[in-house]
């Protein structure tokens, strides 16, 4: 009898309720069974310091403890998770085939433009010509920086016809 009584929707909501949960599919099986199919987010890169976001750009929040430390970090103004994640993406990509990995990238609430490479160098884009001083710093690490990578703590790019490199000490 508890088979015909269950509300197959309070199951799924309750499900839902779990933070790594990103769809619930229950369905009833006559004569006597139930199909609970449980689909998990697939977080791709950290949201802030306490969210993740999914291969959908989707924004989901588990507990801190959970939270995988080796994604990359994203951050930016609320609304533009989706935006940052796409812009991401196409950077990674571009940026492994000259031999690098994006740690970070940050879109901070004047609409200005940064990311850090995993070996730590942050590159400062600034709020205009993303597109520009993004392939100038594609063009310049093979280039100019050849062998003295490691010595570089940061790369600024907001300048109209240059850039500016800071030297570790």
Do not use: C
Request: charged fraction near 25%; glycine fraction near 6%.
């Amino acid at each position: 009898m508890v088979f015909f009584n269950l509300d197959v929707d309070a199951v799924r909501l309750a499900l839902l309720d779990e933070p790594w949960v990103s769809e619930v599919i229950v369905k009833r099986i006559w004569p006597d069974a139930l199909r609970v199919i449980v689909i998990e987010h697939v977080p791709v890169v950290r949201w802030g310091d306490s969210a993740l976001l999914n291969t959908a750009g989707e924004y989901f929040s588990p507990e801190a403890e959970t939270i995988p430390v080796e994604l990359p970090l994203l951050s930016g103004p609320v609304g533009s998770e989706q935006n940052l994640l796409n812009r991401f993406n196409a950077m990674q990509e571009q940026v492994q085939l000259i031999g690098f990995n994006i740690a970070s990238l940050s879109l901070d609430d004047r609409r200005a433009w940064s990311f850090r490479f995993t070996n730590g160098i942050k590159v400062t884009l600034g709020r205009r010509d993303f597109e520009e001083r993004f392939n100038r710093v594609l063009t310049l690490i093979p280039t100019t920086t050849s062998g003295r990578i490691d010595q570089i703590e940061s790369i600024d790019m907001r300048y109209t016809n240059g850039f500016s490199i800071l030297w570790k000490k």
